[in-house]
């Protein structure tokens, strides 16, 4: 969750930059590699996990609450 909270300001490259080392291999810069575009891996799922926290949130909620009621 921490990751989650703080993850895009812990990453040090701009998940949306277009960046000159296409496809590269994990490196001590970026630790994931890169895309085809050059854009960090590592920086990209930072900038993706709150969404995808919060979208399993609401789904988790939903479903509980049909459930809940249909039950």
């Known amino acids: 969750m921490f990751i989650a909270i703080f993850g895009p ?5 701009d998940p949306y930059e277009l960046g000159t080392k296409r496809l590269a291999p ?3 810069d970026h ?3 890169t895309d ?4 960090s891996l590592w920086s990209r799922a930072l900038a993706g996990l709150p969404w995808s926290i ?9 479903s509980l ?6 039950g």
């Not at 300001?9 to 490259?13: E, G, Y």
């Not at 085809?36 to 854009?39: I, S």
């Open 31 to 33: 630790w994931m590699g």
């Open 54 to 62: 919060g979208i399993a949130a609401v789904a988790t909620t939903l």
């Open 65 to 70: 609450t049909i459930g809940t009621l249909l």
């Open 36 to 39: 085809q575009l050059g854009r």
């Open 9 to 13: 300001d812990l990453a040090q490259w």
């Open 26 to 28: 994990p490196s001590a």
